[in-house]
Nanobody
Framework: VQLQASGGGLVQAGGSLRLSCAAS????????IGWFRQAPGKEREGVSC????????YYSDSVKGRFTISRDSAKSTLYLQMNSLNVEDTAVYYC???????????????????WGEGTQVTVSS
């Protein structure tokens, strides 16, 4: 299983980015998907997760209403659409999958079987 994230970059506050994560060796229909981020000096946190078991979706309070998680199983790709970005969104973003990730609206590292490499998102003021 390999996860390859892309789409990060430098954007001005108020702008948008879409992160993509190409998954190989798995059928995403059978996996929960998630995006996590880690800002300098902070712990990794769950941003958004979506379960393939109960269809529940989690968004952290800080991104609710601005970010949208989605998947295209035919393309084996998961996405994170990020709108209205602010400087507090600056972090390295990681995609992740796990059979029970997102179940019951959970979104923590304990549910992750596989991590992608991070992609840097920098939001300037």
């Amino acid at each position: 299983v390999q996860l390859q994230a892309s789409g990060g970059g430098l954007v001005q506050a108020g702008g948008s980015l879409r992160l993509s994560c190409a998954a190989s060796g798995v059928n995403l229909d059978y996996y929960g998907i998630g995006w996590f981020r880690q800002a300098p000096g902070k712990e990794r946190e769950g941003v958004s997760c979506s379960s393939s078991v109960d269809s529940s979706t989690y968004y952290s309070d800080s991104v609710k209403g601005r970010f949208t998680i989605s998947r295209d199983s035919a393309k084996s790709t998961l996405y994170l659409q990020m709108n209205s970005l602010n400087v507090e969104d600056t972090a390295v973003y990681y995609c992740a999958i796990g059979p029970w990730l997102g179940y019951g609206s959970s979104c923590h590292g304990g549910g992750v079987n596989n991590w992608g490499e991070g992609t840097q998102v920098t939001v300037s003021s």
